[in-house]
């Protein structure tokens, strides 16, 4: 045996379930501000949907309408498509932040 944990997908214990279903969500990735621990964030959105053009289209809401924790006074936003999302700029009276909106599809996870 391996001393490495082997990965399982959900699909692997209900073999029944069709390889239709899949489960497309949206999430967004910013720098937590400053020093602060993690430096990185990412927020999962709950809500699950059935195709990867519905999760594309949320994405693209998310990317413009998303509110991030900074800059505190937002002047504006530069919004750009790459493979799988969006990169959102936002400009602040001090300062530039960007955060990532992207799509993805849940496959499984390990206890560890």
Request: proline share 9%.
């Amino acid at each position: 045996m391996s001393e490495y944990d082997v990965y399982r997908s959900p699909a692997a214990d209900s073999p029944e379930q069709p390889a239709t279903d899949e489960k497309w969500q949206v999430l967004v990735e910013y720098a937590n501000n400053g020093q602060a621990k993690p430096p990185t964030k990412i927020h999962v959105f709950p809500h699950v949907l059935a195709t990867r053009e519905e999760a594309m289209a949320e994405a693209a809401r998310l990317a413009v309408e998303h509110d991030p924790p900074d800059p505190l006074s937002p002047q504006g936003r530069a919004v750009y498509r790459d493979g799988e999302g969006f990169l959102s700029i936002v400009r602040g009276a001090m300062s530039t932040f960007h955060f990532s909106t992207r799509v993805v599809r849940f496959v499984g996870e390990t206890d560890r």
